[in-house]
């Protein structure tokens, strides 16, 4: 159904918001009628305000109104757009007894016609030609002089064939456009689906092979310690395998949330952060709040992405390089900005801190500048915080 009303709008004109082509129509419009005025106003009996000639004064304003209103509602869902037709074809047929040496009432009404079947469905076209036919008669007393009535509707059906041939163009040329706009939509679909049915194989090769690996490596440090735990003088060595189950431990949580990501991960920035904070405190066990606003905000899916992955790499540095540190996190929301606060204190176990290039915060900033917003991390209050501001629309909003 959608498809067919977008077909139907591309024939009627309907939505077109091309102001040339608009402009165009409207001097055409203009300009015939300019034409047909000119020709009635220099051909015997002309215009004036009695007989013939006031007649076609009458016929060429009611002509104009009826063509010139039909120009002004055609791409409305107006009754009133239907009314001016008929009018036009009144119009055209009270010029007729004073233009028949020009025959311009009868130019008029074909034009009416014309534009009524290049437009309008072909059943109400057909009925408006009818009624052009019986006013032409009737306007140029058909049962007195056949000639002229002849020519007349052989005329109107010529516009009647005419108009339909020129709609029959333009909705093959829409319908060409609607499958090709569909062929574009399915191609995009399937290359959308076969992106996802690829992420999701990677995320089932991760987990099952690296996540599985990482889980067993980690059972087998703990059994590990477990028996250097028992042995005289081995405290070094019992640190080493500690720091490598910790880093195995963080090299499982990471490669969790990497098949989450893959997978697609569809909660909210508030329920992410829960979870953040959840898995960290159950880790570490130190004070860690979270502060969110009252009401929920719909972000832009970029910013919710870029702010789940900033937070990410905040807590994966806090584990890194401030191990065992308390952390407060904090989301406020106003109407043009959304903040996001990490903020650390100092770190309990020095001895599990690791050392890096910094290239995740890179990477983070860039992805947050590409937002038009901004990020700064520094020392505050014996601790560390990375802080970040996003416009919650784009210019364009």
Same mark, same amino acid.
């Given at each position: ?241 500690? $720091? *490598?189950?910790?880093?195995? #431990?963080? &090299? =499982?949580?990471?490669? +969790?949330?990497?098949?989450?990501? /893959?997978? @697609? ?86 001895? $599990? *801190?690791?050392?890096?290039? #910094?290239? &995740? =915060?890179?990477?983070? +900033?860039?992805?947050?500048?590409? /937002?038009? @917003? ?24």
């Amino acid at each position: 159904m959608e498809a067919m009303r977008a077909v139907q709008a591309v024939v009627s004109g309907e939505g077109r918001s091309d102001k040339l082509a608009v402009a165009v129509r409207w001097i055409v419009r203009v300009g015939l009628l300019l034409v047909l005025a000119y020709t009635v106003a220099v051909t015997p009996p002309g215009l004036g305000t009695h007989g013939l000639a006031g007649l076609n004064l009458l016929g060429l304003l009611v002509g104009a109104a009826g063509w010139l209103g039909w120009g002004a509602l055609r791409d409305r869902e107006s009754p009133l757009r239907l009314i001016a037709l008929p009018i036009g074809v009144v119009g055209g047929a009270l010029l007729v007894p004073g233009t028949a040496g020009s025959d311009v009432g009868v130019i008029l009404v074909c034009l009416v016609v014309l534009a009524a079947a290049s437009a309008l469905e072909p059943g109400p076209a057909a009925v408006l030609a009818v009624v052009a036919i019986v006013a032409l008669a009737l306007a140029e007393r058909f049962w007195d002089n056949l000639l002229p009535g002849g020519f007349a509707v052989l005329a109107v059906a010529a516009s009647y064939l005419g108009g339909i041939v020129r709609r029959q163009r333009k909705l093959h040329h829409a319908q060409t456009e609607l499958l090709l706009v569909e062929t574009q939509v399915a191609k995009e679909e399937q290359a959308r689906a076969a992106a996802l049915d690829e992420r999701a194989r990677i995320a089932r090769e991760i987990h099952d092979v690296l996540a599985h690996s990482l889980g067993g490596l980690i059972v087998q440090l703990e059994a590990a310690d477990a028996l250097l735990e028992k042995v005289p003088g081995a405290d070094k060595a019992r640190s080493c395998v500690v $720091r *490598a189950r910790s880093l195995a #431990g963080e &090299g =499982l949580t990471e490669t +969790r949330r990497a098949v989450s990501a /893959l997978r @697609g991960d569809k909660r909210s920035l508030p329920e992410f952060l829960t979870t953040l904070v959840e898995d960290y405190q159950a880790d570490v066990d130190v004070p860690v709040s979270l502060d969110l606003p009252a009401e929920q905000v719909e972000l832009r899916p970029e910013v919710t992405l870029a702010l789940q992955r900033l937070s990410q790499e905040a807590m994966t540095n806090v584990r890194r390089h401030a191990p065992g540190a308390p952390v407060a996190i904090s989301l406020s929301v106003d109407e043009s900005w959304v903040e996001l606060v990490v903020h650390n204190g100092e770190p309990t176990n020095m001895e $599990r *801190a690791t050392t890096g290039g #910094g290239y &995740g =915060l890179i990477g983070m +900033r860039e992805r947050i500048e590409q /937002l038009s @917003g901004t990020l700064d991390a520094a020392p505050e209050n014996q601790g560390w915080t990375v802080r970040t501001r996003v416009p919650l629309r784009t210019e364009g909003d």
